[in-house]
């Protein structure tokens, strides 16, 4: 790879992980945001139509927990079979200070969904550019692609 192609990718992947900052930030003002794994659980169970993306995340300290992962095995496979878009962060503080209060606190933000408004659906570009970005990767044989957020 030419230092160009890194810096382009890089370059990209600053580009999603703001975009995946504002559709995370337009959901939770419009109270479209399910937070935590048992929840997503219910919501994707009940209304899997309802949820218009899926946020996995992950760091250090729950790398190696089995429980979670199996969770997040079960939770990409119910997304694939129901052509819900997925990706992957690996800093569940940073996602947590997008989608909590001010003070940042989220109990469990291993797994987030943006559903759909109870009047229609989404017409945010921000969640637009995710779809198209997932759909990209998707070609590249990438299927659960991982964002990074931008640095603060």
């Known amino acids: 790879m030419t230092f160009e192609e890194v810096q382009s ?70 997304c694939f079979d129901n052509d819900i878009n997925i990706v992957r962060v690996n800093d569940m503080q940073r996602l947590a200070d997008i989608i909590g209060d001010k003070s940042g606190d989220v109990e469990d933000a291993h797994c987030v969904l943006i559903t ?17 970005f997932c759909e990209e990767s998707r070609r590249m044989n990438e299927w659960v692609p991982e964002v990074t957020f931008p640095e603060r």
């Open 116 to 132: 759909n408004p109870a009047e229609g659906s989404w017409e945010d570009p921000a969640l637009e550019k995710l779809h198209l």
């Open 9 to 78: 990718k890089a370059d990209a992947g600053q580009f999603i992980g703001e975009t995946l900052e504002d559709a995370l930030t337009v959901a939770k003002n419009n109270d479209c945001l399910t937070v935590g794994v048992y929840e997503s659980a219910k919501v994707m169970n009940i209304d899997p139509d309802s949820v218009s993306f899926c946020i996995l995340a992950t760091d250090e300290e729950y790398e190696c927990d089995i429980a979670l992962q199996i969770h997040f095995t079960l939770i990409q496979a119910f």
